[in-house]
């Protein structure tokens, strides 16, 4: 069985095949072109399942719902595979919902989800599959563009270059203050909830991932497809159902037929 997962992100759209557990492929393009995955698509799809951050328009959709047999856009009603327990449910991200989904598949343990993209998102998800919320902040590029936009002359910098233990000019004092502020937020996240959950298991993702890699070293997973994988999870889950109500459904003919029959 081959599935496609699909996020619409804000800047970036990514996808991956799966067979069954097993990504078999997966992708990566600017902007929310769907007609690239499309021209990709060379297998016969199953299952195909997207999450978006945008608003999709109609003529998206319809490019979308020619990439599957069985197409879901996940909403907030899409049963998914743990509990979700946040307060405001339709106001939470489905991309942080299918992370958290992702990573808690992985170890059925506390886990805390960190996503550095465009913001900078902090998901929990206790042992029992229970997602208890988490907090946002902003990503680097916010911070830097902030930094720029709302001051009177700051310059804008960018994340590569130059960057001392203490910033040396105006330029530095930027990149190692967003930088590092951002590093020493992850790991204090990090602290504070491995005091409060022993066997914590951390998950790092996202496009700013791979900076901090190298430097947080706490028992944390580096994985870029945690929303690819936990969407394959929901499509897992929903076919599950879907065959526990196709059983059910014929054990009540099957009990009618054979009460006619008496």
Known sequence: MTNLTIDIGNSHTKYAYFENDSMTSNGRVLGH??????????????????CATINLDEETKKQIKGLGKNVIFMDHSTPVPITNRYKSPL?????RLAAAIGAYSKVK??????DAGTAITYDFVNNAGEYLGGNISPGMNLRFLAL???????????????????????????RCGVIDG???????YIREFSLKYPNLSIFLTGGDDLYFEDEIKLRTF????LVLEGLNQIIKHNIKLQENNNSCGKKKTDKKRDESKK
Do not use: F, R
């Open 33 to 50: 072109d769907i007609s690239s995955i499309k021209a990709y698509n060379e297998k016969s799809v199953d299952n195909c399942i997207v």
């Open 91 to 95: 106001t939470l991200g489905m991309d």
């Open 109 to 114: 343990n506390d886990v805390i989800i960190i």
């Open 148 to 174: 720029h936009e709302h001051t009177a002359k700051l310059p804008k910098v960018e994340a590569e270059g130059n960057h001392p233990h203490l910033g040396e000019d105006t330029e530095t004092a930027i």
């Open 182 to 188: 951002m590093k020493y937020e992850i790991e204090g």
């Open 222 to 225: 580096a994985d870029n497809y």
